[in-house]
């Protein structure tokens, strides 16, 4: 179009195409800022921090003074009240003069303990086991061995815990597994031999896993929360399900809330809490918790991408206001806790009931109208968290095992791995360490002898 083209046009036809071509232009601005999105990183969006970039730090940066910071009280290691040796060193000459010193009289001048591995040797003891005729009846005899010492046993029940606490919590591999033995503790086992042990554990596990999951099925509260897992080549899904009293892992090829139903039988929860993914928010429960850990990192990437605007920044104020009057409920008497709860559900809706126009705050805007009653349960309720940072944190050995292992070769391997993870977790629950859990998988040890 010409200049002599626009001389000729009428006022209503200028109007008209200046209108036209800002409707253009804007809808070419908005193409534009999309792509011109920041770049994601764990502050604002689920990418773990593994994946953040790394710049070097600035050479001219202030230098911090290493150690404890001034004022700082000093701890030393306590000593313990029974040791298990004394060792008593007396002088029995005099350097001097060379006079005997051993009936002189010994003034305690130091004392200090040093904390010492014994030597890492397995034993092995061998069970005979006999028979004998009755002398009167003629029938034959015999005894049964003691609890960890049964015949068809190869190793015991403290050794196979340690193969497997290795190879479930320390993400070690086959070969390493077994040099560790073997440098370790002297021992000499086979890869099959491993697998043999991890096989007899993770049967074991399957069966008692069955009263945690009950234990899931009846609970109030829980928290749910799915992450990737490679099972003999193929993705797969583990899921977690965790309560006050109860953590079940579960290892499935699909992400779909046919799991969740599954899982939870006819059981419906009061509160689930779990991000805003779709077959979450089909759980069959009463009410719904969003993690609002989630909700603010989405919220920090529309902030960084509109900073001049202030309604997602306002909804960030307002979701950590909440979560800090949730974290100062026992502070608060009660009335004040109610009316500062009451005004954090007003604002928010006048949040909502802002007129937006950049597509990402639509979005969220759009998302939290939909789940407008999944957001502030935790203020009504002392038994529920704001955030589903608690899956998260059982999540994190099994991604941790996923990327030092890779995979699973084989599918009873992730199921043996997923009942394993939720005897080690619920047990913790409880105050047991992850190695007496997998002992007790196993019986009684063999050592000491007659305990």
Known sequence: MTRQDLVQMSNEELINLVLEKQAEIEALRMKLDKGKKPPTNSGNSSQPPSRDPKGNLPSKRKKHKHGPPKGHEKHEREFVAQPDHVVEIKPSTCQQCQTDLSQAEMVLLDVNQVTELPQAKAEVIEIRQYSAACSCCGSLQKEEPPAGLEMERSFGARLEATV?????????????TRAAMQN????????????????????????????????????????????????????????????????????????????IKDTMGAHIAKVWVSDCYGAQMKAPSQKHQLCLAHQLRNLQAVVEQYPQDFWARHVQILFRYAIHLHNQRQKVPEPVFLSRAERIERLFDKLLNQT???????????????????????????????????????LRPS??????????????????????????????????????????LFGFPALPLGA
């Not at 596990?205 to 928290?223: C, L």
């Not at 937006?356 to 407008?372: A, G």
């Not at 095992?401 to 913790?428: E, M, N, P």
């Open 184 to 259: 370790l503790h002297g021992v000499e086992i086979s890869q099959g031999g491993i697998d043999k042990i991890m096989q007899r554990a993770g049967k074991k596990a399957i069966e008692d896993v069955k009263v945690i999951e009950t234990n899931i099925q009846q609970s109030p509260v829980i928290y749910c929360d799915e992450t990737t897992s490679r099972v003999d080549g193929n993705t797969f899904w583990q899921w977690v399900f965790s309560s006050a009293t109860a953590v079940f892992h579960i290892i499935r090829f699909n992400r779909s809330v046919d799991v």
């Open 164 to 176: 497997v606490y290795y190879r479930q919590e320390q993400h070690m591999s086959y070969v390493r």
């Open 399 to 440: 991604v941790v095992h996923r990327k030092v292992s890779g995979c699973f070769r084989s599918k009873w391997g992730a199921q043996g791995y997923a009942a394993l993870r939720s005897l080690i977790d619920t047990g913790a629950l409880s105050g047991s360490s992850p190695f007496n859990v997998i002992q007790d």
């Open 356 to 394: 937006l126009d950049k597509p990402d705050m639509l979005r969220l805007q759009k998302r939290y109208r939909k789940y407008r009653a999944a957001l502030f349960v935790f203020l009504y309720r002392t038994d529920v968290s704001p955030t589903n940072n608690v899956s998260e944190r059982y």
